[in-house]
Nanobody, 111 residues
Framework: VQLAESGGGLVQPGGSLRLSCTVS????????TRWYRQAPGKGRELVAS????????DYADFVKGRFTISRDKLKNTVYLQMTNLKPEDTAVYYC?????WGQGTQVTVTS
């Protein structure tokens, strides 16, 4: 499985971004696709996950109500819609399935 993230960028506090994780290859069901993030000087932390085939989402407490994870099966893409972004959301965001990781996409929230 290969993963490729996109959609990061620079945004002001309160703004929104949508990250995409395009998946190539095949994974046997059931499995999770997860978004992690890593801020400078900090460890990698789990942000959200979604199951396949059920599509059940789960979120870290610090993003509940602000972020939404979803999957488009036809496009083999998992999205992370991020709203009401805060400076503490600044990090490199990574997509993960099993032992496979993408290269990451930078999200910077600053005024």
């Amino acid at each position: 499985v290969q993963l490729a993230e996109s959609g990061g960028g620079l945004v002001q506090p309160g703004g929104s971004l949508r990250l995409s994780c395009t998946v190539s290859g095949f994974t046997f069901n059931p499995y999770y696709t997860r978004w992690y993030r890593q801020a400078p000087g900090k460890g990698r932390e789990l942000v959200a996950s979604i199951t396949s085939p059920g599509g059940d989402p789960d979120y870290a407490d610090f993003v509940k109500g602000r972020f939404t994870i979803s999957r488009d099966k036809l496009k083999n893409t998992v999205y992370l819609q991020m709203t009401n972004l805060k400076p503490e959301d600044t990090a490199v965001y990574y997509c993960n399935e099993g032992t496979s990781w993408g290269q990451g996409t930078q999200v910077t929230v600053t005024s």
